[in-house]
């Protein structure tokens, strides 16, 4: 299956490098450009590409403002990209708000070729591009930014005692290995388990379950 593509950046050498690089790639295919926020929205919806690249920092409409646009789906549709946004630095003010908006994973924008084209495939698959370590600061800095907040057990009434576990863990940077290990049960059964959280929640991905954990309390800043 064919991967479809929409690249979004204020810089035109940018677009044709990015573009250039993924069409070289065998499964993926750049159907789109976009110079703006606004752009990539509009482009977005009418070609539907299955991954949105898109620069944090664009004039007008920026990333994190086109990405909050693209998950809501227009009129008699259910059509919502997954977003790989650009940052020049791995943790930068913006990616916070990135994940919040609905990004599934960040690139930097000096990545090597192979680089971008695993990115695209792994958010197309429905995975999100951080590894542990990298939620790890990513953990850090949303502690170091945010004060703790009282648990909403409203939000998190539909888990088990041991899924609210395993999302605990996971909103602390633990991989499937490392859980297993904490719990002393099998790693599939581990990803079972996140599975089901992210239905139950109605999350994309274990980046947003990190961020959904410290949004309702469950796990807070420096506990």
């Given at each position: ?11 035109a050498?940018?677009?044709?490098g ?12 750049v159907?789109g ?5 606004a752009?990539?929205?509009r482009?977005a919806?009418?070609?539907r590409?299955d991954v949105v690249?898109m620069d944090v920092?664009?004039?007008g409409m ?19 990209p997954k ?5 020049t630095?791995?943790i930068d ?7 919040r908006a ?13 680089e971008?084209?695993r ?13 542990p ?5 990513l953990?850090e ?15 998190l009434?539909d ?7 395993v999302?605990?863990l996971?909103?602390?940077g633990?991989?499937?290995q490392?859980i297993?290990?904490?719990?002393f049960?099998?790693e599939?059964?581990v ?8 239905q139950?929640?109605?999350l ?6 990190v ?10 800043p420096?506990?």
């Open positions: 299956m064919t991967i479809t593509v929409l690249v979004a950046d204020d810089q050498m940018v677009r044709a990015f573009s250039a690089v993924l069409d070289a790639q065998d499964g993926i295919r159907v450009q976009a110079a703006d926020g752009e990539a929205v482009l919806h009418e070609l590409p690249v920092r664009m004039p920026n990333g994190i403002e086109a990405t909050a646009a693209l998950q809501v789906p227009p009129r008699s549709s259910d059509y919502r977003v790989l946004m650009l940052t630095f791995d003010e913006y990616v916070h708000a990135a994940l609905g990004a599934s994973g960040f690139l930097l924008k000096d990545a090597l070729p192979d971008v084209a990115a695209v495939r792994v958010i197309a698959a429905g995975e999100a591009l951080l590894a370590s990298v939620t790890r600061r953990i800095e949303v502690a170091r930014r945010e004060p703790a907040r009282v648990v909403d057990d409203h939000l009434a888990l088990t005692a041991r899924e609210r576990e999302l605990e996971v909103a602390r633990r991989s499937n490392e297993a290990g904490d719990l049960i099998a599939q059964t990803k079972t388990h996140v599975s089901k959280i992210l139950k929640l109605g994309r991905d274990r980046v947003h379950a961020v959904f954990a410290y949004d309702t309390g469950l796990v807070r420096g506990a």
